[in-house]
Every structure is written in structure tokens, then in C-alpha cells.
């Protein structure tokens, strides 16, 4: 089992950047795929990336260029760097783990943090 803390969010201008982190604890992420998602009100949640144990990653379109998803197993964190951030990337930020039993990004995830706040202003 693991727990998962996301940090790293805060209000920013449009085309600004912040990186957020994901520091796991109680079991190493080596075997793990490990998967952002974001929430604004009145949305439904949405997967924004993933990268799997052997690196294999996705992102959805809207942030393709802009935000890079990395792990560092030793420090046993996940990290997204969000650069030229828009309005609409405004969301609480959620990262979740998953046990890779089958290579590449899972459907489900079964561990999740408790969410950062990304807020960008026009």
C-alpha cells in the first residue's frame, strides 16, 4: 500500500509555470504507474497524464507541450512541471498509483492524494 501528498500548487499568471510534486510513502513506486488528474467545479475529473514503470507516458491533448510528467524512483516522487499555464488549466490537482501488473498507463487507480490547487489568472 501506499500514500500519496501532492504539493506545488498555488496562483500563478497565464504563461507562468509551476511544478508540482507527489512524494509517496509506505511502499516504493518502482512497480507503480503513477497518473495526474485535475478537477474543476462543476467538471468531471479528468486524467491530464501518466508515466508507467518503464516510462511509457500519456497526456491528454490540452496540455500536450506544455506539461511533463517524470519520476524519480530514489526519492520515490512523482513530478508534473506545468509551463504556459492557462485559465483553464485551473484545478485542484490530484496524482494516483496504480500496482503495474501489465505494462503501459492502468484504466483504474487505486491510491490517490489529496489534491493540490492550481489557480491561473488572465
Known amino acids: 500500500e501506499v500514500q500519496l501528498v501532492e504539493s506545488g500548487g498555488g496562483l500563478v499568471q497565464a504563461g507562468g509555470s509551476l511544478r508540482l510534486s507527489c512524494a509517496a510513502s509506505?511502499?516504493?513506486?518502482?512497480?507503480?504507474?503513477l497518473g495526474w488528474f485535475r478537477q474543476a467545479p462543476g467538471r468531471e475529473r479528468e486524467q491530464v497524464s501518466c508515466i508507467a514503470s518503464g516510462g511509457d507516458l500519456y497526456y491528454t491533448d490540452s496540455v500536450k507541450g506544455r506539461f511533463t510528467i517524470s519520476r524519480d524512483n530514489a526519492k520515490n516522487t512523482v513530478y508534473l512541471q506545468m509551463n504556459n499555464l492557462k485559465p483553464e488549466d485551473t484545478a485542484i490537482y490530484y496524482c494516483?498509483?496504480?500496482?503495474?501488473?501489465?505494462?503501459?498507463?492502468?484504466?483504474?487507480?487505486?491510491?490517490w492524494g489529496q489534491g493540490t490547487q492550481v489557480t491561473v489568472s488572465t
Open positions: 494516483a498509483a496504480e500496482i503495474e501488473r501489465w505494462s503501459g498507463c492502468p484504466d483504474e487507480y487505486d491510491y
Open positions: 509506505g511502499s516504493s513506486i518502482a512497480g507503480y504507474s
